[in-house]
């Protein structure tokens, strides 16, 4: 299985997404995933429009784009949290 | 990890206003605090009306992360509004859903990717509908900084002694 490049954004690509990203991080390491995780300001995602497999953000997503993009909101509420972990870790698995 | 500030100046009790009011008082109160650059102010006003940071939780009590880009930053700093009435906020990721936060933790930071385990601790913070609670209940600065100080990472908080 093909290494997934995984762009985790947020706003500011500074707050929000490290946190996502950490999570994330630990949750393809207890799976045993291995997974190239990019952490952006939404801004950026324009620039691995072409490479990645999967948005994670907190950011609202204007634009379409030719990969699967999951809300992570979840991640700092900690409400559907778990149904955010199963989508994002189906995505991986594929 | 850096460290992270807090002081009673950095808290606001019983904050009333619009939310544009309520972040502008925050922010410049940050000015003059010499946290942050006066650029900071309508950077994190308008970063909120672009990306903004309302969070519902599991409590009654909804929270709003505002922060803005690292440029605008001088030292790594947490500012807290307990507010009066809840203020509407618009929830992040959401195109037109609100909230009415009554709590908001403005958030200055210099560096990307970093506190990580300030931010975490203040989402586990935002989960327990216990602690948050006894936030919004705290009668005076101090209990804020205190119960703050406990819970979150801040390794170079004075509450109180400055």
């Known amino acids: 299985m093909a290494k997934k490049q995984v762009l985790v954004a947020c706003g500011a690509g500074i707050a929000t997404s490290t946190v996502v990203n950490s999570a994330i991080e630990e949750m393809a390491k207890e799976n045993k995933i291995d997974v190239n995780l990019i952490q952006i300001k939404i801004a950026e995602v324009n620039t691995y429009v072409d490479t990645a497999d999967l948005l994670v953000t907190t950011a609202m997503v204007k634009t379409a784009y030719p990969f699967p993009v999951i809300n992570a909101r979840s991640f700092l509420t900690g409400i559907g949290l778990e149904e955010t972990k199963e989508e994002i870790l189906k995505e991986l698995k594929k | ?162």
């Open chain 2, 1 to 162: 990890m850096a460290d992270f500030y807090l002081d009673e100046n950095l808290v606001f009790l019983q904050a009333a206003g619009t939310r544009e009011e309520i972040l502008r008082e925050m922010a410049e109160n940050l000015v003059k605090e010499e946290l942050v650059k006066t650029s900071f102010v309508t950077g994190v006003i308008e970063r909120e009306k672009e990306y903004p940071t309302g969070l519902p939780t599991s409590s009654s009590l909804s929270v709003a992360i505002p922060h803005t880009d690292i440029e605008h930053v001088k030292k790594d700093a947490i500012s807290i509004a307990l507010l009066k009435e809840p203020v509407a906020f618009r929830v992040m990721g959401e195109a037109s859903m609100e909230t009415s936060v009554s709590i908001i933790f403005m958030l200055a930071m210099q560096q990307s990717h970093a506190q990580l385990t300030l931010l975490r601790d203040l989402m586990d913070f935002l989960q327990n509908e216990t602690t948050l609670q006894a936030l919004y209940d705290s009668k005076t600065k101090e209990d804020v900084v205190k119960l703050i100080d406990r819970k979150l990472s801040l390794s170079a908080s004075k509450g109180g002694d400055r």
